[in-house]
C-alpha cells in the first residue's frame, strides 16, 4: 500500500475503528470483544502499522460512522466499552468530522446499493480521502467510482491490489 495512495487523508470504516480503539487501549481485548470476532492482534498490528506509517496527516470520519461505532461498543462487556468509549473520545478530539443529512446520502444512487453509513464513506471519500475498509462491496464502489480505497482483508491476506 504504500506509495500507492496519493490522499493524506485517512477514513476507516466501522470495524477498523472498532479495532484500532478496543486494540490500541488492551491488545488482549480484540479476542474478547464480540464486535471483533474477525480479527486477531496481528490484525490490529497491521492496522496500526498502516495508520502509522503511511504519511497520513489528517483523520477524517462521519457521524454514521461514529454512531454505528458507538452502537457496538454498548453490547460489550463494562470494561471493553469503557476503554472503547476513551478511545472514541481520544479518536474524536483529533479528527474531522465530514458531515452530510441523511436525507442528502439517502438522494445518492449508490443507497441502492449500500447502506447509509457506506453512503457517507463514499460520499466523504470524495474529500479526497483514502478508505480503509473490510466491506468489500464498500471497496469496490469507492474504487470503480476512480476515488482511493483498499479493502483491508485483501492486506492481511497479502493480495492488495495496489
Known amino acids: 500500500m ?3 495512495k496519493r490522499s493524506k ?3 476507516l470504516d466501522t470495524n477498523l475503528l472498532l479495532l484500532l480503539f478496543i486494540g490500541g487501549k488492551d491488545l488482549s481485548l480484540i479476542q474478547k ?3 471483533l470476532s474477525a480479527f486477531l492482534e496481528d490484525d490490529y498490528d497491521l492496522l496500526e502499522e498502516i495508520v502509522n506509517h503511511n504519511s497520513f496527516n489528517r483523520l477524517v470520519t462521519t457521524p454514521h460512522i461514529m454512531t454505528k461505532v ?7 462487556r ?15 478530539s ?7 443529512g441523511s436525507a442528502v446520502l439517502v438522494s445518492k444512487p449508490e443507497f441502492n446499493r449500500l447502506r447509509l453509513t ?3 464513506i463514499a460520499v466523504a471519500s470524495r474529500l479526497p480521502a483514502f478508505v480503509l475498509t473490510v466491506d468489500l ?3 469496490l464502489h469507492v474504487n470503480s467510482s476512480g476515488l482511493e480505497a483498499e479493502n483491508f482483508n485483501h492486506i492481511r491476506q497479502g493480495t492488495s491490489l495496489h
Open 2 to 4: 504504500k506509495g500507492s
Open 9 to 11: 487523508t485517512l477514513l
Open 33 to 35: 470483544a464480540k464486535t
Open 70 to 76: 458507538s452502537n457496538l461498543l454498548g453490547h460489550e
Open 78 to 92: 463494562d470494561d471493553i466499552r469503557r476503554l472503547g468509549r476513551e478511545a472514541m473520545i481520544e479518536f474524536l
Open 94 to 100: 483529533k479528527c474531522t468530522e465530514h458531515t452530510d
Open 118 to 120: 457506506d453512503v457517507a
Open 137 to 139: 462491496d464498500l471497496y
